[in-house]
């Protein structure tokens, strides 16, 4: 068994050093993980097909899994915006001079280290880094089996760039996929500052019980958006195949369609974009009954609300009131994402304000809640909770602070 106190142990001591690393010296080294990257692009695509073919294709994890040199052009690019954003660190937050003449600053610093705990997401293992290094964190990383051998290869590329500038490769560190690993993690209250799980609600909920850590919760999406009754038919449905089949495999892509009783006449037009894309849709009884006779339209039993599906699959709810919708949302929601198609302004700003999540969308998709989207460059996850951040968890969000106190003689 690994000596996991003592990866940790170096962890702790090379991310010291991280917060006092110049800006040009991040942005050079993050420019050689672009260039290195790209040449190792094979290689990273080598490994990734072996964890591909030890998972299933129709599970919903094999399109996060997957890379290919396209998807790795893309995280190349974030790379680079990431880089090209203004440094969050020893920004002034508030200053002041006391009466005795002391002067006070509040100032941005790193979080210390971060573990992430994540699946099948090899992409995570590129994000997390750049904005680590950037914000001054030191990194733990326990990857999924699933991703293991992507991660490894991604790892390497990241370690060749720390070598070529200089830096500690031992303030980041990918642990075994093991789960010995994942305790050990859990445990290293000495070592870690705050760990941060990228998964499914099983892998966020099993953190959260377990872990002796702090924990920043992220991920789980359990997304719903209300077709109102002065909804845009047009609209409506462009936002509604995006939400859903943009990408369903991610936690901002739409889980559930709640459609006001009044519009029930136009259920089959708004859907049939979805079913042109082989979207399976759960009805409940009264939507059921407004949809044609179709090998994807089944009625829906309780547990399809509620449900994460990460796939083609989605609910449809229908309710009599914007307030029968919030009702619904406030039920089923994780917090996440949450949507009204609306031409009424004032029933959407009830939703924007009465709605408990980390976005809240009128009339646009929820496919945009996304670090880059955001014009955040990266992010770390999407935080569901509402202590130290919430929604998309990029640079600013992976400081802290403290009060720099400056005298001359003063006593107490």
Not at 8 to 14: C, D, E
Not at 102 to 115: D, F, R, Y
Not at 317 to 336: F, M, N, P, Q, R
């Amino acid at each position: 068994m690994a000596d996991y106190d003592s990866i940790f142990r170096s962890v702790k001591h090379a991310s010291r050093k991280l917060g006092l690393l110049s800006e040009d010296l991040r942005k050079k080294t993050l420019e050689s993980l672009m260039e290195t990257t790209m040449d190792q692009i094979p290689a990273i695509l080598e490994a990734n097909k072996l964890d591909l073919q030890k998972m299933d294709r129709d599970d919903p994890k094999y399109d996060r899994l997957l890379l290919t040199a396209e998807r790795i052009k893309g995280i190349i690019e974030e790379v680079r915006q990431v880089s090209a954003l203004p440094s969050p660190l020893h920004r002034i937050l508030e200053k002041r001079i006391l009466e005795n003449g002391l002067e006070l600053e509040k100032i941005t610093v790193p979080l210390g280290v971060i573990g992430i705990i994540y699946e099948a997401r090899p992409n995570v293992t590129f994000d997390v880094f750049c904005l680590a290094l950037k914000s001054g964190n030191g990194l733990v990383l326990k990857g999924g089996t699933d991703a293991d051998a992507s991660n490894r290869a991604i790892m390497n590329v990241i370690h060749q760039a720390l070598d070529q500038n200089g830096i500690p490769k031992e303030a980041f560190q990918l642990l075994p996929a093991d789960r010995s690993a994942t305790q050990a993690l859990l445990e290293a209250v000495a070592f870690v500052d705050i760990i941060i799980p990228r998964g499914g609600q099983g892998l966020i909920d099993f953190v959260r019980k377990n872990s002796k850590v702090p924990v920043i919760e992220t991920g789980a999406g359990i997304v719903h958006t209300f077709f109102d009754e002065s909804a845009d038919l047009e609209k409506g449905k462009g936002i509604i195949l995006n939400a859903k089949t943009r990408r369903p495999s991610v936690c901002n892509s739409l889980d559930c369609l709640i459609i006001h009783q009044s519009r029930l006449g136009d259920l089959s037009e708004l859907v049939s974009p979805l079913l042109e894309k082989e979207v399976i849709i759960f009805a409940d009884k009264q939507a059921f009954a407004h949809l044609p006779s179709h090998h994807l339209i089944q009625p829906a039993e309780e547990d399809h609300f509620g449900t994460e599906f990460l796939s083609l699959k989605m609910a449809i709810k229908t309710v009599g009131s914007l307030e029968a919708a919030l009702d619904h949302i406030e039920k089923y929601s994780s917090k996440h994402s949450e949507a009204i198609i609306s031409g009424d302004e004032e029933n959407i700003n009830l939703f924007l304000d009465s709605v408990d999540a980390a976005a809240v969308y009128a009339n646009a998709s929820t496919a945009f809640t996304d670090g880059n989207q955001f014009g955040l460059g990266a992010e770390i996850g999407i935080s569901t909770q509402k202590l130290h951040a919430r929604g998309p968890m990029a640079l600013q969000e992976l400081t802290s602070y403290k009060w720099i106190v400056r005298g001359n003689g003063q006593t107490r």
